[in-house]
């Protein structure tokens, strides 16, 4: 699945093995273990002095903190991922730009949101793959479309999140399996907070029968959160027939994670 390596590995620096090691713990939703091997993978990039890798670990644990208990960390570690910005490419620049974006989103800043996902933008438009660094390709249009959906529907823009959700969808490579699946849930939340239930559910449930593939407790964790928001409306026809379908797997979800 190229959500988890994506490039070959053998001309990869230490730090990003640590990087991806994180992401797979965080993925598999033991969120303490992915701190530990960031942490470290931090610590590896000050040494080597690649800053660029060390901006992209402080990034991804920005996105972490998004859904923790103090959301107002992911703006400290997207701003210091950002001191880096004039000494990387513009692809890792603009990677870092919609960290922050999605970041303020989480604190209700919806002007340094929407400043920052300009800045991606204009970044993206402006980076060319063979000068890019391998351990980027994850970072493309698609990606900062998703980006852009999630920081409206943290801000409870739900039409506009729904637009851009649903954009990202037709942009992403398959091989991104599990961002997918992820997407489709935030759609479906999306869909649910414009009032179309049916809809949502049954985006919901085109989600569901990825995730239950991919053994990713973070997209696992969404869905129940999906789940938790159809309360008002257990008695809909539905949603027992997402029940029908899915609460086994909703049953299996010992906790709720964070993507």
Known sequence: DRDVTGVQTCA???????RMAGW???DSGDEALAQRYWIAALRNAHVSDNRAIGANILAFMSNSAVYSERPSDSIDLARSALRAEHDVTPAVAASLHIRLAK??????????SKRAQHRTAELLR????EEEPAWIYWFDQGELTARIGQSALLLGQFGDAEA????????????????RALVLVDLAKARLGTGSLEHA??????????????????DL???????????????????????DKHGDLLAAHTRPSAT
């Open 201 to 218: 559910c049954a985006t919901a449930s085109e989600a569901a029968v990825a995730i239950r593939r991919l053994n990713s407790q973070r």
């Open 164 to 179: 851009h959700l649903r954009d990202a969808l037709t942009r992403f490579d398959p091989a991104f399996s599990r961002a």
């Open 24 to 26: 797979v713990a965080y």
């Open 126 to 129: 402006k980076s060319n793959s």
């Open 12 to 18: 990869l620096p230490i730090s990003e093995f640590g």
């Open 103 to 112: 970041a303020a989103a989480a604190n209700g800043d919806e002007y340094t």
């Open 221 to 243: 964790g969404r869905l129940a959160e999906f789940r938790q928001a159809l309360h008002p409306h257990a008695t809909a026809t539905a949603v027992r027939d997402f029940d």
